[in-house]
């Protein structure tokens, strides 16, 4: 007990080698413990994993069933195999023994515990529809965030990556599909039951993550789960197994798709080209583009090439990961300390005093203790925690790649003939001076995450529990680095002299600043009632909850409810689930706050059924189905307290007077709705689980349909009313769809195959939405799917849904001439593009413009994968694709500034006379663009994509060789992420996922090579 | 820990946590927020609820897409350098397309939303009069006294429906505070009344109003008598003008000239000596009313992005001057440019010209900032083009024109210096009111000799000094001379495009050929001139009914038919 104790203090600790010396000195006492391990029908059982309790070692049972390892006789031995009850037993009693095991229902042994919220069930038991997966079904990847791993993996998830680079690694998800057309339905994410983010963490911290995604699994959530949910749990430690594991990988980050500017002479000809286009004379003389060709000259005619200049080919990452568990029957721990480290691209990027490359480390810990008190009394305490330091270059990386990647090859030398920074009164964007002379900024952001659980039972009533749970929850910002200003220096007129730009400062330490400090609390309480009345089983959960949610500056965001389920099963067989919660939300007026949510589930095992005993074929069958409400109070409305009408003060008024101080003012707010509620989503989901041909394959499928009402949607108020308005509940949008998982599981003799796929479809239809009475029927969104095209800008997203209809690019003044007149820009000419009259009048304008499907949420999203293992070999892969999906390119064709003249890499494919029939886009224009920067369906594109994700090939040492070290096992692998991409965009080379990545001003996608080792003691 | 003293911490949790279930954990106070009755009870927040009606007046010049057009850009005074769409809409005659920009001080639907806020907030004001315990005490802060705060927020209400009326005709007349739920799909009043509706609160407000000179300095911008009156003489000046008064009804006309007398006879006001710094001082005797705002600088400043010369580090030099404008200023011996006997120069063209135009706006070889203003092309020996500094026809962030403008971009601004001056919007100055007053009298009575004392007023300006109006001018030589020189006095400060549409004269002021200058540098460094006809992207479209705005097209859509559009549109 005492050495126990001291094992776990030192576990605690998370010391890895210390806890590995203590296991070095436990290999005593040489007493043979053997056996053979049956069936209840007396058939051996082979591979059953046999070891002894709170230990690292273990064997397998033979082919005949039989064991045999040594130990002490009071050592607890577990006897472990999938599909069957495990068993635990005294050495004393195990000795020359045979042990029967027996199997365990279908989808009801240990390893198929399902997380419902708080409670657990097994799969067999649901009858709500969650996708799960477990922590160690996902890929080791040195990635920054959990995002990249889920990807493609999870039937009805999808996950759209819409930043990258250190630090910046977002991505937005969606559950099924989408029924609102005011936000992008991000679900909630929940870690250990309490709301919180999740890709920040550890991969080896995560025991599974489930989406919920019907009403029988969402609506104990109320008011906050119409959008769906993730789930994740962390990892605890075993009573039975101590385990020290140690992950190391090592890899490279390199740019999936990047500008390729132009070359000096290209640029040049391109420019005179433009602007003889738009009237004006060709800027560059013979002689220039001849010595920007032959770089006779490149002080006076620099051909600088900036992306190979300043982006790294390649940069380095790296994880580490080291965690031990294990327990007993006082108490389990599991922990864990990670440290994750990301260089960016930038290259050259340093001084002797600071480095402004982008960097991104992060320290993730986490301890999970559970205690067993009393026999009455459990509690766990979970402490995790992360420290993130994002180290950046003072400018934004926005900035500084949008210098890099649009500057003209021929602007100026980077460093002018006396050592100072180039730069010309149109670009005063170095990029040099931006990353070596501009400052760096560390932001380093310390989270700490902790949570409380108890659990009672109840002595007198058997099955009878009571539980809390409390958590605490901090961040905060600290934001620190170095403040440096640059200058540029354009050579003037006469030798010697420079015309300057910019303001050169010294170096100096930035202004040190804490913000961004957030506290967040929940409370859950209540009682469950647990108990099985011979083959009637019932399960009851209820919850009272309160959570406040608070930051500096404001009111603290607080919700509150109570949540109530009662399950019943007969004979493991029929299930049937009521969930009721009650919900109440601050958003909405006194009176009107609270919301019933209630939702029925129902389970049918109908395999088991005698009529369909004779199918041999079908092992298991299962039926279900949900129908339910929840709710979403999530608005964007722009302020809180939306119903109350009320009045701010002391914000900068209308000055008077010579001093020019802004008076106080009292304004009053957008005039507020007082009928303001929650959105409803009536959720159906109707599907079954299978299992077939000996449990070889696995098939799950399902049928849902969301409608959801009392969407906001504009007020049609005139706007003489003199006030901005808040909002109305009057809108009303659906989805439908299906989605299916399907799994093959196999071992052929030495081979263990594994392949699955999942494949969901949804689409969706505006019901109900204020317009303008007036609006044209071909501009009206009723009717049509929520769809929008996304055009990322360096400030901000657009989202636009209402296109012209291009028909090609006209080929000849006279064809101008005689189509109808485009009013867009002052002229219109050959070489642009040509649109549709929508509605007859014979003038183009915005009048034209027509409401449309194209969307970058795809129809139709799935992954498939596989793994295969011979002997110490293994493989394994995922592809994830989408199709109906829509991307924009105009903001990358059309991209640049008048001081560019708009060129990039795209403009070499413009129209000119001389290439009319090859070419693929609008002739080039320095001014009077906007005929063809129009959001016209002619910079569409189809979206779609095919991408092998992730690949793995790993190598196990054999166990011989292994255990001579004192290793339990060790494996060594090679894993690449986004390999492979497979598109419709005919050859352009961009990101089909993300178009703007690694141009314009973003970051670009990243695909990583890594090497990895995973020991475990 | 004995069972059941956990069960004593459990059950306290738990009930607490049950029992407090209670309505208030989700029921909040707005926080810092305040409710209605609360502002009305208490005379100071009532009174700067009032105050900041001010705000939603038209305050500045640079307004459409943020900060990127101007009206003089959609008239002949100027065109934009790199055709930014929110002015080249409305010089296509695409005002609905103007006014679908989103921008904060759109000059179709933001003006429309813009002034019924402002309207919103002095009915909310008005009906609060009396709920408002204003204090008795004595004395009381200028801020809280009732019967100002009633006079200024009927002398807004009228300004902020005058700029709707100018701009759109008729609109419907809101005189009271609406409720969500009730409908106000309210058809257009007249546009007399609407004129009527506005001075009515003139009236009152102007009785109430304090003279400037009752005004402390501390009180600079807010509304006085001068300024209610100024805004009569100009609602009645734009109400007896062709596009409001078809049957040129002269006693219209003569009630203009009374307003504008009326001002006139407060002799509280007097022309600045100096037209240079006419919107760079900080108070003037000139000033009626003025949009109060800190100095600009640089780096700061709206303005100075629009319309400073990339050749001094601007960043866009989109106000550019048109020939045209720069046609009207006449010759120092007071003859137009047009007239043989003028001795106009085109090869000196700014040699010996109403000095006005050097302060309006800056063109080639002007010393300004202490070097010369470089807007040339020359042709080397070697077939090479060079450009001046502030001109490069490859790029539109310079000028289209040759010319830049003075008035939005003062002389501090300067290269790498922190210049910083006042760029005043004026409401109202008192050489309007001269030119108010010598329009209205010479239409209503014809070119008597108030007429020519108030127009000459202006020309004798200290640093101005034209000669005096030629003795004898015809009514109608006099109504074009009068033209001449409000365009050219109030160049570039909000007011030639609404004269323009006041005069009906669109087809003929705006819808013409516009020209720029060409200036071509010789070898032996002297300038060759030539005036030119500007790219079809810079000519201009203006069709009889644009003198009215559309009514913005979405609030047509929303109302059941009872909001009626301007015709045309």
């Known amino acids: ?1017 | 820990m004995k069972a059941y003293q956990l069960y004593t911490i459990i059950f306290t949790v738990l009930l607490s946590g049950l029992s407090s279930c209670s309505k208030d954990f989700l029921d909040r106070t707005p926080g810092a927020a305040l409710p209605e009755d609360a502002v009305f009870a208490d005379p100071t927040l009532a009174s700067q609820y009032a105050i900041n009606a001010y705000t939603y007046l038209v305050d500045d010049y640079v307004r459409f897409d943020d900060h990127r057009g101007t009206t003089s850009q959609a008239s002949d005074e100027a065109v934009s350098g790199n055709l930014d769409r929110s002015v080249l809409y409305l010089n296509q005659g695409l005002f609905h397309d103007h006014s679908e920009r989103v921008a904060a001080l759109n000059d179709i639907v933001g003006i429309w939303s813009r002034e019924y806020n402002g309207i919103n907030i002095t009915n909310m004001m008005l009906s609060k009069m009396a709920v408002v315990p204003w204090k008795v005490e004595d004395p009381r802060p200028a801020i809280t006294v009732p019967e100002r705060i009633e006079a200024e927020m009927r002398f807004l209400r009228a300004f902020f429906y005058f700029e709707l009326v100018k701009r759109f005709g008729g609109v419907p007349i809101v005189d009271r505070v609406y409720d969500v739920n009730e409908s106000i799909d309210i058809p257009r009043s007249s546009y007399t009344d609407c004129v009527n509706f506005i001075l009515a609160d003139l009236d009152k407000a102007q009785a109430k109003l304090p003279a400037v000179e009752a005004l402390s300095l501390a009180e600079n911008g807010r509304a006085t008598k001068g300024a209610a009156l100024a805004l009569k003489a100009r609602v009645l000046l734009y109400a007896a003008s062709a596009l409001n008064n078809e049957g040129n009804d002269l006693s219209k006309w003569a009630s203009a000239a009374a307003a504008a007398k009326e001002v006139m006879d407060l002799n509280s006001y007097s022309l600045q000596p100096t037209y240079k710094d006419i919107l760079n001082v900080p108070t003037s005797t000139e000033y009626i009313m003025m949009k109060v705002r800190p100095t600009r600088t640089n780096t700061d400043g709206k303005i100075i992005d629009f319309a400073q010369s990339p050749g001094s580090a601007g960043q866009n030099g989109q106000m550019n001057p048109t020939q045209n404008h720069v046609d009207l200023y006449e010759m120092t011996n007071g003859k137009a440019i047009t007239d043989p006997t003028s001795g106009y120069d085109p090869q000196k063209p700014y040699a010996n010209r109403d000095p006005r135009m050097t302060w309006n706006v800056i063109y080639n070889d002007e010393t300004y900032q202490s070097r010369k203003i470089e807007m040339w092309s020359q042709v080397n020996a070697n077939g090479t083009v060079t450009y001046g500094r502030d001109f490069n026809p490859n790029n539109p962030i310079y000028t289209a024109t040759r010319y830049y403008c003075r008035k939005m971009w003062p002389e501090v601004y300067i290269n790498k210096v922190a210049g910083a001056t006042y760029i005043n919007f004026l409401f109202f100055r008192y050489a309007e009111v001269l030119l108010n007053y010598a329009e209205a009298q010479n239409e209503a009575v014809g070119p008597d000799a108030s007429v020519y004392t108030a127009i000459n007023q202006i020309r004798k300006r200290g640093d101005v000094n034209m000669p005096d109006l030629p003795a004898g001018l015809s009514q109608s030589a006099m109504r074009d001379r009068i033209r001449n020189e409000r365009a050219v006095e109030l160049a570039f400060e909000d007011h030639r495009w609404y004269d323009i549409m006041r005069w009906k004269k669109g087809p003929e002021i705006v819808a013409q050929p516009i020209y720029a200058m060409n200036v071509v540098k010789n070898a032996n460094n002297t300038f060759t001139y030539s005036k030119v006809l500007m790219s079809q992207n810079f000519q201009k479209v203006f069709r009889d009914y644009m003198h009215r705005y559309p009514i913005p097209r979405s609030e047509v859509y929303k109302s059941q038919g009872i909001l009626l559009q301007n015709p045309g549109w």
């Open chain 1, 1 to 1017: 007990m005492n050495f126990k104790k001291i094992k776990y203090i030192i576990a605690l600790l998370c010391s890895l080698f210390m806890a590995g010396t203590v296991y070095a000195q436990k290999l005593d006492e040489p007493v043979t413990i053997s056996g053979r391990v049956l069936t209840i029908n007396k058939q051996p059982l082979a591979g059953v994993s046999v070891f002894k309790q709170e230990s690292t070692q273990a064997v397998q049972t033979g082919a005949d069933g039989s064991f045999s390892f040594k130990g002490l006789p009071t050592d607890q031995i577990v006897f472990q195999y999938t599909g069957y009850i495990t068993l635990t037993k005294t050495a004393s009693d195990v000795t020359n023994l045979t042990i029967t095991m027996q199997a365990s229902l279908i989808d009801a042994s240990d390893g198929d515990d399902v997380y419902i919220p708080f409670g657990v069930r097994k799969k067999r038991q649901l009858t709500g529809t969650i996708s799960s997966i477990k922590g160690s079904q996902l890929p080791q990847l040195p990635s920054s965030t959990l995002n990249n791993v889920l990807v493609g993996r999870l039937a009805g998830l999808y996950i759209q990556q819409t930043d990258v680079g250190p630090g910046a690694d977002e991505a937005t998800f969606l559950v099924r599909g989408r029924s609102s057309y005011n936000s992008n339905q991000a679900p909630i994410v929940l870690v250990d039951g309490v709301q919180r983010n999740f890709t920040d963490m550890d991969l080896n911290e995560i025991e599974s993550v489930s989406v919920f995604k019907d009403a029988a699994s969402l609506s104990w959530y109320g008011m906050y789960g119409a959008n769906g949910m993730i789930s994740v749990r962390t990892k605890r430690g075993s009573a039975t197994r101590t385990r020290i594991t140690f992950d190391a990988q090592g890899g490279m980050q390199t740019p999936l798709n990047l500008t390729r500017p132009l070359d000096a002479f290209t640029y040049a000809s391109l420019y005179n080209e433009a602007q003889v286009n738009s009237g004006g004379t060709p800027t560059y003389s013979q002689a220039a583009l001849d010595a920007y060709q032959n770089g006779s000259n490149p002080d006076l005619y620099p051909n600088n090439n900036l992306v190979d200049q300043f982006i790294k080919k390649a940069a380095p990452v790296q994880r580490y990961v080291a965690t031990v568990s294990g327990g007993n029957g006082f108490a389990k721990y599991f922990t864990m300390i990670s440290y994750f480290n990301q260089d960016g691209l930038f290259k050259g990027a340093s001084n002797p005093t600071y480095n402004s490359n982008s960097n991104f480390q992060r320290y993730n810990f986490r301890t999970n203790l559970d205690l067993h008190v009393n026999k009455n009394l459990e509690v766990q305490v979970d402490v995790g925690g992360r420290i993130n330091s994002l180290r950046h270059a003072e400018a934004s990386t926005s900035t500084i790649l949008g210098s890099i990647y649009t500057t003209p090859a021929n602007a100026y030398p980077l460093l002018n003939a006396d050592g100072s920074f180039g730069g010309t009164s149109l670009f005063r964007g170095n990029p040099l001076g931006y990353l070596t002379a501009d400052g760096n900024t560390t932001d380093l952001t310390r989270s700490l995450l902790a949570t409380i659980t108890a659990r009672q039972k109840v002595n007198f009533i058997p099955g009878l529990s009571m539980n809390v749970l409390y958590s605490y929850d901090i961040r905060s910002n600290y934001t620190s680095g170095y403040a440096q200003d640059f200058a540029v220096f354009e050579p003037g007129a006469s030798a010697g002299t420079y015309n300057t730009y910019g303001t050169a400062s010294p170096l100096i330490f930035a202004n040190t600043d804490f913000n961004s400090n957030l506290r967040s609390n929940e409370f859950w309480g209540g009682f469950d009632y647990d108990k099985l009345f011979g083959k009637h089983g019932i399960n009851f959960s209820t919850r009272y909850t309160r959570s406040v949610m608070a930051a500096p500056g404001s009111l603290e965001d607080k919700a509150e409810g109570l949540s109530n389920r009662l399950s019943y099963n007969y004979n493991q067989r029929y299930f049937i689930d009521v969930i009721g919660t009650y919900s109440g939300s601050q958003v909405f007026a006194p009176g009107k706050q609270w919301g019933f949510f209630p939702a029925i589930s129902a389970g049918w095992i109908i395999s088991d059924e005698r009529f369909l005993k004779p199918v041999k074929f079908l092992n298991y069958l299962k039926l279900r189905g949900s129908y339910g409400v929840v709710g979403s109070d999530a608005y964007s409305l722009g302020r809180r307290y939306a119903y109350n009408n009320y009045f701010s003060r002391g914000q900068a008024g209308f000055i008077f007077g010579t001093g020019f101080a802004a008076p106080a003012a009292t304004t009053q707010n957008a005039l507020a709705n007082p009928n303001l509620t929650w959105e409803k989503a009536r959720k159906t989901s109707i599907g079954f689980d299978t299992k077939f041909m000996n449990q070889m394959f696995t098939l799950s499928a399902d049928y849902f349909q969301e409608v959801r009402t009392d969407l906001l949607t504009n007020s049609l108020t005139p706007s003489i009313i003199g006030q901005t308005l808040v909002q109305v509940n009057a809108g009303k949008a659906r989805y439908r769809g299906f989605e299916t998982e399907l799994n093959f599981s196999k071992r052929f003799d030495k081979v263990d195959i594994n392949i699955y796929g999942n494949y969901t479809f949804q689409k969706s239809k505006v019901l109900a939405i204020n317009e303008e009475a007036g609006l044209p029927d071909y501009q009206k969104a009723l009717g049509h799917s929520i769809s929008s095209v996304m055009q990322v800008a360096s400030a901000s997203t657009t989202y636009i849904s209402n296109f012209l209809q291009a028909d090609g690019i006209f080929q000849s003044d006279a064809e101008v001439a005689a189509s109808p007149v485009q009013r867009f820009a002052g002229t219109v000419k050959a070489g642009d593009i040509k649109y549709k009259d929508v509605n007859g009048d014979n003038i183009i304008d915005n009048l034209d413009f027509v409401r449309t499907d194209y969307s970058f949420v795809p129809k139709a999203y799935y992954g498939f994968g596989g793994s295969v293992k011979y002997a110490n070999l293994d493989m394994s892969f995922l592809f994830q694709g989408t199709t109906g999906r829509t991307i924009s390119i105009n903001n990358l064709v059309n991209n640049g500034t008048a001081s560019n003249g708009y060129l990039n890499q795209f403009s070499v494919s413009r129209w000119t006379p001389a290439n009319a029939a090859t070419a693929i886009y609008p002739r080039l224009l320095v001014s009077e663009r906007a005929n063809n920067t129009q959001n016209s369906d002619f910079w569409l594109r189809n979206g779609d994509y095919l991408r092998l994700k992730h690949a793995e090939i790993g190598y196990t040492l054999p166990t011989s060789l292994t255990s001579k070290i004192k290793l339990s096992s060790l494996r060594i692998y090679l894993s690449g992420f986004n390999l492979l991409t497979f598109d419709k965009l005919d050859g352009m080379n961009i990101d089909p996922e993300m178009p703007q990545s690694g141009y314009v001003f973003a970051y670009p996608n990243l695909r990583t090579y890594s090497v990895g080792l995973n020991v475990k003691f």
